[in-house]
């Protein structure tokens, strides 16, 4: 199977390299147009600034080329939020597959700390990307940013207030967690992606 993973300045990316290693994949890390294109699946992790995120995207193209992928296209962190519409960080224009505000966490209560880091559960789940898992397993999510609660929400989390661990809306799929960090979870969710 050709997997690529769309390499950008964010962070992060090199450990979803290796949890595909882990699974028997071999994938390329490229910024190339025509690769991207070529791939049987494309994952778009990352940890970092949306707005310059965003800047390096537009700078070479690929937020069009993202935008037009027909293939499977897995949105993880980062990759989730630049999926969206628009983002609070950097008051940042994304890519708009989801119609959706990537919003700031805003702490309600003195425990309430931002970002948001740790293991937390995942409920009201559905989707052929959560396969064989239950209501309340548990992922890693490390974020200050998320995305609301909409139609394409396929799982939830709570931290201060319920919002999308996970989206869907035709190819593109996404989660706000760290799959390549998330144990036995996270990898049966990466498997998952790469059957579907």
């Given at each position: 199977m050709?997997?690529?993973?769309?390499?950008?300045?964010?962070g992060n990316i090199y450990s979803?390299?290796?949890?595909?290693k882990r699974l028997g994949i071999e994938p390329t890390l490229t910024d190339d147009a025509e690769l991207l294109k070529k791939a049987d699946k494309v994952l778009f992790p990352g940890q970092g600034h949306a707005g310059e995120a965003m800047d390096y995207l537009k700078a070479r193209k690929l937020d069009l080329l993202i935008r037009d992928l027909k293939q499977p296209v897995f949105g993880i962190c980062v990759g989730?939020?630049?999926?969206?519409?628009?983002?609070?960080?950097?008051?940042?224009?994304?890519?708009?597959?989801?119609d959706a505000e990537v919003k700031r966490f805003q702490p309600q209560r003195?425990?309430?700390?931002?970002?948001?880091?740790?293991w937390n559960q995942l409920y009201n789940i559905k989707s052929p990307l959560y396969k064989g898992l239950n209501n309340g397993d548990f992922v890693y999510f490390v974020h200050s940013f998320y995305v609301p609660l909409c139609a394409e929400t396929i799982a939830t989390a709570d931290?201060?207030?319920?919002?999308?661990?996970?989206?869907?809306?035709?190819?593109?799929?996404?989660?706000?967690?760290?799959?390549?960090k998330s144990g036995k979870v996270g990898e049966q969710i990466l498997k998952n992606f790469l059957d579907i």
């Open positions: 050709n997997v690529a993973i769309v390499k950008y300045n964010a979803v390299v290796n949890a595909l989730q939020q630049l999926l969206c519409k628009h983002s609070e960080e950097g008051d940042t224009d994304c890519i708009g597959i989801f003195h425990e309430d700390k931002v970002p948001c880091m740790g931290y201060i207030l319920p919002y999308s661990a996970s989206m869907h809306k035709d190819n593109f799929y996404t989660c706000q967690f760290h799959p390549e």
